[in-house]
């Protein structure tokens, strides 16, 4: 996606070229999944082992692949069926099929849970006796696609993980029945070679551009956020993670899986146009990206590197025909599109008034652009490079005009002193775009990918650039938004372009577009930014995909029918939280229909995943999740965490909500009805332990320990922003009051202290793996040098450790020196990965609570307004030495009873919700 990370940031199109166009063919077929892509059953069987072992001879394993001219989104399935001879017969059209249907098995027929760590983890064990099938269970693929993760989650979530996290994450995805998943991984060494080798890029001009491993999402093309960010990449990292992406891709096809390899976007080191003394059509990005050249396809540079690409990825990694490339987003180069070349006189353009207490998204490029009076800002609207961008100006409270991309203005609180100005008569007074420079880029990129690859080739291109109003295709409400994605689309023959639907909370973005898309997508829901914490998500948001959606359901009047769904999935920035809402649609894959009660399905996973599956249902568990269901699973608030944790400032700039408590209504002294439903769950949960003991004991399976101490979490932290608030207000208006501020900030310090111990007790909450997986990554290597900061670092663990610490706090690193750090972008993206982890919140988000409690008193003490600029240089200071301090060691397993922690902290802060 690009969004990862800031919400309004805007990207500008880059594209592509070819000489010949290809044309769309005159079917509504459903694109199949690649047939190839078939598998083997021994490689299931090897998975059953690793995840159970001895488990295999219980099993008969079959592929059985679907009979000639077979079609239709039902062709591949699995069967479950009992043997004479006491086993298990499970086959598949695919392996993906097989473990799919493997997955069916262990779930709903033994009770069992298979996950990953930061996701709840597993419960597995071996059944005495396995659990006959009964009569034979036959299911189908909803749709040919069953897709997980997006661009961003292989820098929130996987970007640490060596073979053995990836077998493991592998064979968990194989289980939930996924076969489609995006594969970036290794492609710094493909780029490596093919700018040393073939364009005269010297060594450290690639690594310099290319960023370090926390940030690889960037400059792998979403790079509104700039390069050499965290770098420079040692060749140590690239050629590791070249061969770990070898073994992945050999796992992915042996399973059955889709994965999609990366082609050429345009975007590359400046110096790549220097070597090769390019200048037709090649821009250059700005701000954070000075030295990224954005190579336009239609120049021969552009199909010349992409040829070399192409060749040399197939020649290290293989194809399975699926390519991923939605890098067309750049940092505002600011050529724009083709000049205009109608004559017809147009209307002079007229502003609005202002339109008071609002603003307009999205960056014109990609960060703000300035003026100090409207007239200015206006008149930079209107100039040919950013006429087809600017939507309209947004008047700050400062008192200088941003020019922006946004056409609609957005409400905001009066207190932030803005207002929007459009153009009241945009669609008569601007020139329509030439459209066919998008038609002739993306002609261009998918030509490449042909040539090597064969007409086979699928696109699978990430939809967020449908909803940028900035130089992107979107918005839908855009009048000329459809004439670019379908002169975008049409080089690529019919069924070989597919979108991702990346709607944020799954409503899906085809309905925006009024199903007018004229190619098949993927519906996914995008869920989550930076891997924020928080139980989210509204389940009955997503409980129809993609049965909602034609071929699975009737095409509307005025709906296009090549609009179609071939894929469900999720694709959150960060995946290590909610697995509730992720197995819902995992789940979707082989159903016929949306789950027909909600609350049920909650009810009966939760007994599966705590032992208690077959027995008489629990009244506490089943009372937890009834009002989680009503709670925290029925709303879609927001992607980011919006609680008091990880965040710090004065009001209003916090971005606090201050007049509610938690996700729904209510005031800041009274907890909203949502928030007691919670507290609710939690005591429910802990008051299961017992059961859950006997049950499945001797101690707890890993996901109730996990619901338990994420329940406790959500509490605690949702509490916290009510301490936060209250400690914020005693600094944000003066006078300052020593008394106020030192009683808030010992409420809000002493709660993130218990929420330290309670999180502690849980390894999916903490600090150390994170941290001991990225020094293990650096392997000790030694090339890991020139990295902006004094002293350097060298040793590779040292330098994964750097890189591991920042994107959770300041996102770019604090470079310089202790004593001068530098924060740079100016701390536009702080906490924007923020997590609540025990060590984080003890080494960095107590100890900045305290550099604002220490600042505010001393601003009390001379009667001065609180220095936030002054609390925010001790903070850099404090974060400097944090980033840069190696080999600590933070606890790596969990410590400490939940139950017992969870039963003192409910009593202690009980009187918080007496309301409830």
């Not at 992406?245 to 050999?250: C, F, G, M, P, V």
């Not at 609180?413 to 007074?429: H, Q, V």
């Not at 009503?630 to 400032?649: E, R």
């Not at 501020?741 to 994170?770: C, H, Q, R």
């Amino acid at each position: 996606m690009a969004h990862c990370p800031t919400a309004g940031v805007a990207r500008r199109f880059v594209g592509a070229v070819v000489l010949t166009l290809l044309a769309h063919q005159g079917s509504a077929a459903i694109p199949s999944f690649p047939a190839h892509l078939v598998g083997d059953a021994s490689a299931v069987s090897a998975l059953l082992e690793r995840v159970l072992p001895g488990s295999s001879a219980h099993f008969e394993l079959a592929i059985t692949p679907a009979p000639p001219g077979s079609a239709g989104p039902a062709k591949n399935g699995f069967t479950l069926s009992d043997t004479a001879d006491g086993r298990v017969r499970v086959t598949g059209t695919t392996a993906s099929e097989l473990t799919g249907g493997l997955g069916v098995y262990l779930r709903e027929f033994c009770g069992m849970t298979v996950g990953w760590v930061r996701g709840g983890g597993s419960y597995v064990f071996t059944p005495n006796p396995w659990p006959k099938v009964g009569a034979p269970v036959a299911r189908n693929r909803s749709v040919p696609y069953s897709h997980v993760t997006q661009v961003c989650t292989h820098s929130y979530t996987l970007v640490w993980h060596n073979w053995t996290q990836w077998e493991r994450f592998i064979d968990w995805m194989a289980l939930a029945g996924h076969n489609s998943i995006v594969a970036p991984t290794g492609q710094e060494e493909v780029q490596y070679k093919v700018m040393t080798e073939h364009f005269g890029v010297a060594d450290m001009d690639v690594r310099n551009w290319t960023n370090g491993p926390a940030w690889l999402t960037w400059s792998r093309g979403q790079n509104s956020h700039g390069n050499g960010i965290g770098g420079p990449l040692p060749r140590s990292f690239m050629k590791s993670q070249w061969a770990l992406q070898k073994q992945i891709l050999a796992r992915y096809r042996e399973l059955g899986i889709a994965g999609h390899l990366p082609s050429f976007g345009g975007y590359a080191p400046w110096a790549l146009a220097v070597a090769q003394n390019a200048t037709n059509r090649i821009a250059r990005g700005v701000g954070a990206a000075t030295d990224t050249a954005w190579i336009d396809g239609r120049d021969p540079l552009y199909t010349a590197v992409a040829d070399r690409w192409m060749e040399q990825i197939v020649a290290d990694f293989g194809s399975d025909h699926v390519w991923q490339m939605d890098a067309f987003f750049a940092n505002g180069s600011g050529w724009g599109v083709a000049p205009p070349t109608e004559s017809a006189a147009r209307p002079a353009c007229v502003w609005s008034d202002p339109i008071p207490n609002t603003y307009l998204e999205g960056y014109v490029h990609g960060q703000p652009v300035s003026f100090p009076t409207l007239s200015a800002a206006q008149a930079a609207c209107l100039l040919p490079a950013n006429i087809e961008a600017c939507g309209g100006v947004v008047s700050r409270s400062t008192g200088a005009f941003e020019i922006r991309g946004g056409l609609k203005p957005l409400p905001v609180p009066p207190a932030d002193g803005e207002a929007s100005y459009i153009l009241n008569n945009r669609d008569a007074c601007l020139p329509p775009p030439d459209t066919s420079v998008w038609r002739n880029r993306s002609a261009a990129a998918y030509g490449a990918v042909v040539k090597v690859d064969g007409p086979d080739a699928r696109w699978i291109y990430q939809g967020y650039a449908l909803g940028i109003a900035s130089g992107g295709i979107g918005p839908a409400n855009d009048p000329h938004a459809l004439d670019r994605l379908h002169s975008f689309t049409s080089p690529i023959p019919e069924g070989q372009f597919i979108l991702l639907d990346m709607s944020a909370h799954g409503s899906g973005e085809f309905r925006d577009w009024k199903g007018q898309w004229q190619v098949p997508f993927i519906w996914t829901a995008l869920h989550d930014y930076g891997g924020d914490m928080g139980i989210k998500g509204n389940l009955s948001m997503i409980n129809p995909i993609p049965f909602a959606a034609p071929p699975l359901a009737p095409v509307p009047p005025g709906y296009d029918k090549r609009t179609q769904a071939v894929g469900v999935g999720y694709t959150p920035e960060g995946l290590d939280q909610n697995p509730a809402y992720y197995e819902l649609l995992q789940e979707a894959a082989f159903k016929t229909g949306p789950e027909p009660n909600l609350t049920d399905w909650l009810v009966r996973r939760a007994h599966r995943r705590y032992g208690l599956a077959g027995a008489t249902p629990n009244r506490n568990v089943t009372d937890a999740w009834v009002a989680l269901a009503k709670s925290g699973y029925a709303i879609d608030k927001g992607v980011s965490d919006g609680s008091g944790v990880g965040v710090m400032g004065v009001l209003p700039k916090l971005g606090l909500d201050t007049t509610s408590w938690n996700k729904v209504n209510g005031n800041i002294t009274t907890p909203a009805p949502a928030l007691c439903l919670e507290w609710a769950s939690w005591h429910a949960l802990n008051d299961a332990a017992r059961a859950v003991n006997a049950a499945a004991g001797p101690g707890y399976p890993e996901p109730y320990l996990y619901d338990l101490v994420n329940t406790g979490r959500e509490v605690l932290s949702q509490l916290a922003t009510r301490f936060l608030i209250d400690f914020s207000r005693s600094f944000s208006t003066p006078p300052l009051n020593a008394q106020t501020i030192n009683m808030t900030a010992s409420n809000y310090i002493g709660l993130l202290f218990d929420l330290e111990v309670l999180l502690g007790t849980n390894k999916a909450f903490m600090l150390g793996p994170w941290l001991a997986e990225a020094r293990a990554l650096g392997a000790n290597d030694l090339d890991c040098i020139n990295t902006q900061i004094t002293g350097d670092i060298g040793n590779c663990s040292n330098f994964m450790e750097w890189n591991a610490k920042a994107q959770l706090t300041t996102w770019y690193p604090v470079i310089g020196s202790a004593d001068s750090p530098i924060v740079q972008q100016n701390g536009r993206d702080h906490d924007y990965a923020r997590k609540q982890w025990s060590g984080l919140i003890n080494e960095v988000y107590v100890p900045r609570a305290r550099i604002y409690e220490q600042q505010a008193l001393a601003n009390a003490a001379s009667g001065q307004p609180f220095d936030e600029g002054a609390a925010a240089a001790s903070y850099a200071r404090m974060v400097y030495k944090w980033q840069t301090t190696f080999g600590q060691p933070y606890p790596t397993e969990p410590f400490g009873n939940p139950v017992a922690i969870s039963t003192f902290l409910m009593w202690k802060y009980n009187h918080y919700f007496a309301t409830c």
